[in-house]
């Protein structure tokens, strides 16, 4: 083994093998990161990565690379911040868009940890064929849920409007503006990071997120466990 690459996990898949758009399988590693799931989809913007991870340790960044062949040379085409050491679900999204023209296209993720070491999960596959546009309005099902803390809310707007997405407490009373702003048509994800308006925790229990723009409006419910 060469000793540069000690502690080095690297995830392939062969073409038999492959998920499109998908990869769930945990990976988990001491001082590393479990990955729980590893996903892509075409998108308003491009191409959305998201994945999941049940814990991490030491993450300092995550490295995306893409490559027009499985086996072929893949290239960087963005960063994210990593969470450090945390024993709970974190999710994380990047949007690739630089895509060059449409076809089939390959994303590796590679974690970085905080001494400069390298794991790489992947690759994934995906088909592009253009933008994904928003055709109606729609709320979807935050995920994970329940969460612990971290939750990310994907929705759609048909028109552009004043959009306002809150979460409120199962008395009713606010919690936390998400957003507050106009929007143009297209399709959207926020994050909610567990926190009140003043940046205190919210306490676990039932939560309500309230999507409004133009003559939409839809509420559902979301489980926080501490």
Avoid at 43 to 58: R, Y
Avoid at 193 to 217: C, P, Q, T, W
Wanted: charged share 15%; glycine share 8%.
């Amino acid at each position: 083994m060469n000793p540069a690459n000690a502690g080095q996990l690297t995830v392939t898949a062969t073409k038999s093998n492959f998920v499109r758009g998908n990869f769930a399988s945990t990976v988990s590693l001491p001082g590393a990161v479990s990955l729980a799931s590893f996903t892509a989809a075409p998108s308003s913007g491009g191409i959305l990565l998201s994945w999941q991870t049940a814990s991490e340790i030491n993450c300092q960044s995550w490295r995306i690379e893409r490559s027009t062949q499985a086996e072929g040379s893949f290239a960087e085409v963005g960063t994210v911040n990593g969470n450090g050491t945390v024993y709970e679900t974190s999710n994380y999204q990047f949007t690739d868009a630089s895509i060059p023209a449409v076809g089939e296209y390959y994303f590796k993720l590679v974690e970085i940890d905080v001494s400069g070491k390298e794991t790489t999960f992947g690759p994934i596959q995906v088909s592009y064929s253009g933008p994904v546009r928003a055709i109606d309005y729609k709320l979807e099902q935050s995920y994970p849920n329940p969460t612990t803390g971290k939750v990310a809310i994907r929705y759609s707007l048909k028109d552009p409007g004043h959009t306002s997405l809150t979460i409120y407490n199962i008395m009713g009373a606010e919690v936390k503006t998400l957003v507050n702003s106009r929007q143009a048509a297209d399709n959207y994800t926020v994050s909610w990071n567990g926190r009140d308006n003043s940046g205190r925790e919210a306490a676990k229990g039932v939560y309500f997120y309230k999507l409004i723009s133009g003559n939409f409006s839809a509420t559902r419910k979301l489980m926080l466990l501490r």
